[in-house]
């Protein structure tokens, strides 16, 4: 009787540990199911690329994965960040999303183990999220390749244009209804001595884009001197800048140049125009055959997230555009320098790296971008 007693024991732990097997199983597809749709869910929400990590992080958590790390490139700026628990010596799922120099970011998702069927569910739900993200890039590239067709971006980048000089016309004539006295009215003429001329010749810019036939001859390079060109932005912003440094000539095409810092300060102006007590402080250096200026602005409370400064699209003012950031790089770009922004507490700093003018600049296809961001 033994021996039969032993094999009815031997078939029930044998079925005991077929139903737990198949208990543990039901509640891992359950858990990759729930996690599954929470993910596909983010689909039809249209998250910002750089915001999907957090938004799919409580669904790659629940679906069995245990930290997600990237890094990288994202529109000139430096990004990393990271999402739940150290990991162990689990191996990573990575991955790679890229564009054509404009985006670079690395991907490491850990699971919570590393062999066994939890681990081909959590490698299922981090191949959803790639796709997610991939497919979130490749909407915001295609929104911008379509906005950046040769038409559009004429249209696109003379409205940004004729959107700054709209600006400092109307800031004028906040001004001058303002004025409550004669001694007010002469500061102001005071200061449209020098603003004028600065509009002025932005506007000849515009007309002559609008009123003439596109000429397949670019505009000539020049001596430019660097302060001159500084000042005059500030100026038609209606901001004062402190300068700690002397002048230097840089080599470039002036309308590039003008592009780049007319939006540089246009961003900060209509906070910075409600703070007089506030400064921009420019300070300039030369290394060989390149000029290095450093633009320090207050970082406000309309600089949510420095991150994505120079992403399209991604404007932090109440109806901007979101593209004078992303001008001012690839103009700077195009006129074979480069533009990046250091993101502080208290402050952020832009850093333009000029060709001096000794001689011609040197285009960077693809610059390399060092962005150094502590928030």
Not at 77 to 101: E, I, L, M, R, Y
Request: net charge neutral; with cysteine; charged share 20%.
């Amino acid at each position: 009787m033994t021996p039969y007693i032993s094999l009815s024991l031997v078939f029930l732990a044998a079925g005991l540990a077929l139903l737990a097997a198949i208990a543990y199983l039901a509640r891992l597809v359950r858990r990759h199911r729930r996690a599954l749709g929470a993910l596909l869910k983010l689909a039809q929400h249209n998250h910002p690329p750089l915001q999907l990590p957090a938004a799919a992080w409580p669904a790659l958590a629940d679906g069995g994965i245990k930290r997600l790390e990237f890094s990288g490139n994202w529109f000139g700026q430096a990004v990393q960040g990271s999402f739940g628990d150290a990991h162990n010596a689990c191996h990573p799922f990575t991955f790679k999303v890229t564009t054509d120099g404009d985006a670079d970011l690395r991907f490491e998702l850990y699971a919570r183990t590393n062999r066994g069927e939890a681990r081909l569910f959590a490698e299922n739900l981090a191949g959803v999220f790639r796709l997610l993200l991939e497919t979130a890039v490749q909407g915001k590239m295609e929104a911008l390749s379509a906005a950046l067709s040769e038409q559009t971006k004429l249209t696109l980048y003379l409205q940004h244009d004729l959107r700054n000089l709209s600006q400092w016309v109307g800031w004028l004539a906040t001004d001058i209804a303002q004025a409550d006295n004669d001694a007010a009215l002469l500061h102001i003429a005071q200061g449209l001595c020098v603003g004028a001329p600065h509009a002025a010749a932005r506007a000849r810019r515009i007309l002559d884009a609008t009123c003439k036939s596109r000429s397949t001859t670019l505009p000539a390079l020049q001596p430019l001197s660097l302060l001159g060109a500084i000042k005059e932005a500030a100026e038609h912003a209606g901001l004062n800048v402190t300068i700690e440094a002397k002048d230097t000539s840089v080599l470039l095409r002036r309308d590039l140049l003008d592009r780049a810092l007319d939006n540089i300060f246009a961003n900060v102006a209509p906070w910075l125009r409600q703070h007089a007590e506030l400064s921009i402080l420019v300070t300039i250096e030369e290394e060989e055959d390149r000029v290095c200026a450093k633009i320090t602005l207050p970082r406000l409370t309309g600089i949510t997230r420095p991150e994505s400064l120079f992403e399209p699209f991604s404007s932090g003012r109440p109806g901007g555009l979101g593209l004078g950031l992303y001008q001012a790089r690839k103009s700077l770009n195009e006129a074979g320098g480069e533009l990046v922004a250091s993101a502080y507490e208290q402050h952020i700093t832009f850093n333009l790296t000029l060709p001096g003018d000794m001689q011609p600049p040197k285009l960077l296809l693809n610059p390399k971008i060092q962005t150094a961001a502590r928030l």
